[in-house]
């Protein structure tokens, strides 16, 4: 088992930043995906960003540019930068960390931060 501590998330002005991370500890392997969806009111979760074991990251077209995925390996944690908040990036933010030790794939979320972009 995995576990997801998230921390970070909060009410911000637009234009703000934040930083979200979320450190995971438990049984872990080496090969992952682990990164942040998001959830608004009324909506579907959505993906935000991830970054892989390799380095690879990826990122939602709507926070390209503003918002910055990187890892720590030794530490098993994740950060997002987030720039430039909107309004519209008003959501949970959910930590989600998928590994594998073979080819099987097992998935992990965190409980959610909320992030608020409001004057």
């Known amino acids: 088992q995995v576990q997801l501590v998230e921390s970070g998330g909060g009410l911000v002005q637009p234009g703000g930043s934040l930083r979200l991370s979320c450190a995971a500890s438990?049984?872990?392997?080496?090969?992952?995906?682990m990164g942040w969806y998001r959830q608004a009111p009324g909506k579907q979760r959505e993906l935000v960003a991830t970054?892989?074991?390799?380095?690879?990251?990826n990122y939602a077209d709507s926070v390209k540019g503003r918002f910055t995925i990187s890892g720590d390996n030794a530490r098993n944690t994740v950060y997002l930068q987030m720039n430039s908040l909107k309004p519209e990036d008003t959501a949970v933010y959910y930590c989600?960390?998928?590994?594998?030790?073979?080819?099987?794939?097992?998935?992990?979320w965190g409980q959610g931060t909320q992030v608020t972009g409001s004057s």
């Open positions: 970054v892989s074991s390799r380095g690879t990251t």
């Open positions: 989600n960390r998928k590994q594998t030790r073979t080819v099987i794939w097992a998935d992990y």
């Open positions: 438990g049984t872990i392997f080496n090969i992952y995906t």
